[in-house]
């Protein structure tokens, strides 16, 4: 009789992802498809690590067409219902009720994990801030092309300069986050941000200075 595998102990951490949302969006390149991103805490495998997808639930199918959907936690993209014979519109969720799912979604997560291709994700930006002051561990991958490749005057090799380019354009969100890296695509970003989770990442500066009570000194203001 073939013995049941061991119980598998370890933690899997519920990871949140930020970034831009669309068709054939980053999360594909991930092995993530868009019907299973209509479903929470649902586990995923990646390069052998067990991960929760814990956001954001996207109400769409792999060919970019909307469906009627409801769970009770995001609301639900428009569409109709039958009751008593008669046929009723029900009008897609509003802003208010995404933006407090998405909330819900990012306090209950482990980390948040961002893939920047550009500097239009908006709505991203702005997650990883309440990610940050919730507590919950923020990781982004930067594509390298995203960042000007300036010549170089003190001969450094890309290689060398390019750490010192994240964040170029970016750098207020770089800096809130656990680790930011720049990567050719966002599999090795995300295997990267689970490695350093899994192992465990020093607290950004600015967090350490606010748990110290460290007095922040503006210009313009005395110390």
Not at 65 to 92: K, S, V
Not at 146 to 171: A, C, M, N, Y
Request: charge should be neutral; hydrophobic fraction near 35%.
């Amino acid at each position: 009789m073939e013995q049941a595998p061991p119980l598998y102990k370890k933690k899997i951490p519920r990871v949140y992802f930020a970034g831009k949302v669309g068709k054939q969006n980053y999360r594909h390149a991930l092995g993530l498809q868009s019907r299973d991103m209509t479903y929470i805490n649902k586990l995923h495998h990646h390069n052998e690590r067990p991960y929760i997808y814990g956001g954001p639930i996207i109400p769409s199918c792999d060919h970019g067409c909307w469906h009627f959907f409801f769970d009770g936690c995001t609301g639900f993209d428009g569409g109709y219902i039958y009751e008593d014979g008669r046929a009723y519109y029900l009008e897609p969720s509003n802003h208010d009720a995404i933006v407090g799912a998405t909330m819900k979604q990012i306090q209950q997560s482990d980390f948040l994990f961002a893939w920047f291709d550009s500097y239009d994700a908006y709505g991203s930006i702005a997650e990883i801030g309440f990610a940050a002051g919730n507590g919950v561990p923020v990781y982004i991958g930067f594509r390298e092309d995203v960042f000007p490749v300036q010549e170089s005057t003190t001969g450094e090799s890309w290689d060398d300069r390019k750490e010192h380019l994240i964040g170029r354009e970016l750098w207020y969100i770089s800096t809130i986050a656990h680790r930011s890296f720049l990567a050719q695509d966002p599999r090795d970003a995300f295997t990267r941000a689970l490695r350093c989770h899994v192992k465990g990442s020093n607290e950004p500066t600015w967090k350490n200075m606010l748990d110290h009570n460290l007095r922040f000194v503006f210009p313009g203001t005395r110390s």
